[in-house]
């Protein structure tokens, strides 16, 4: 994906998603149930698709389709058929365009030096370009999907070796990546040079290998931790154990700080540091900032939780929840007209009446994307008797869209591009609306400060600061693009 899209298969969830998550093994007889317990540790990146590729010795084994892990990978007989001890596998998670079979993942293709099966995790910022490059030479793409571009790269390459012709592919695409490919005798991770999105190197029994975009998913299989691919980096998993390059001129390491405040999952530990502190660190950061008085810390649940919990440490005021969601409230399932719409709200969170009667409650969310759910959720506190509503968000206003693999709205839908703080305050109906400061959240990442001239991660959707060019929006390809997607 090259243009922001709505975020289409939640009209209700108003936040930034991510686009997808990434898993491989190598070397062990389970290869394919490990990779589908781990994709399920990484649901949260993407559940309108899941799909795992293997290699048996023989021939490559390939099971995708729409839907999450669970629906899919949940009987032997499709575990039995991935075999071999390799295997690579990927969620997805859908835009504007839908999630069609042709463009669910992994991609497999049999090439000049055998199969070749890639995943991706970010997206390609000129992949409309090398696409028409790509077709004018005659390739004949199959999905809509920027991986594929990847995939004739190294088809088209003059080089002999696959490594080489993957260091070649990639030499030639701009954007972020974290991508798992597998041939017949190795596994392969490689991580954009900025470092946008997570990998993560494990290591399983003897002498087996997990890549993952995040450590959530080696804890479920037991894998231990080894390091992070670091920038830049292509790790090889072969018979020769594991090799490490770094064919690309270094860049700066411009990590997603959004990964830290919402996509990764808590228990997850990116780049040394847990994902769960951070969020407390957070919420610490914003109650020092800008705590107001008042009786209870109330988190928008679940992902506002540890900030809210932070929050609650460092004020001495309690945390409760005053919200409480439905965990079987996957999606809103009816969408017919407005007046639904705000029911299916409601389906998903609810009041704690009782306890938040006559109270005032400081609101603890993640981030205000179209502002949506904050007018509802704020609404539903007023009716519930609160006597005061403030709310405290652990982002800094986001007042532009994420070209590098997440899901967002145009920037014209973000309320805080058309809004100042105040009028955001009045429109959500709240007695007062603050964000964490840009060095606030990198004080919570263990920054002193954000440096304003390089800036340690990408928080370009607060600033506008993009790490990595927009080759295709540059060259106004906008309007062609919103088919391209990769998660
Ligand atoms: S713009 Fe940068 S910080 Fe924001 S979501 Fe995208 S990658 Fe993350």
Redesign the pocket.
Known sequence: MTTPTQTASYPEDDH?HDECGVFGVYNHPDASALTALGLHALQHRGQEAAGIVSFGGKHFHSHRALGSVGDNFNSEDVINRLQGPMAIGHVRYSTSGGTVMRNVQPLFADLVFGGFAIAHNGNLTNAHKCRNELVEKGCIFQSTSDTETILHRVATSEYRKVLDRLIDALGGVEG?YSLVALTRQKLIGVRDPSG?RPLVIGKIGENGYVLASETCALDIIGAEYVRDVEPGEIVVFSETGLQSLKPFAPQPSRF????YIYFARPDSVIEGRNVYEVRKNIGKELARESHVEADMIVPVPDSGVPAAIGYAEESGVPFDLGIIRSHYMGRTFIQPSDNIRHLGVKLKHNANTAWIKGKRLVLVDDSIVRGTTSVKIVEMMRNAGAKEVHMRISSPPTT?S?????D?PNKEKLMANNYTVEEMTKHIGLDSLAFISYDGLYRAVGEPARNAECPQ??????TGD?PISLVDQDGGAQAQLTLLHEG
Do not use: L, P, Q, S
């Open positions: 930034f972020a946008v997603c700080i959004f990964e532009h994420c070209f590098y693999g997440i967002t991660y990408c928080d370009a959707c607060f993009y």
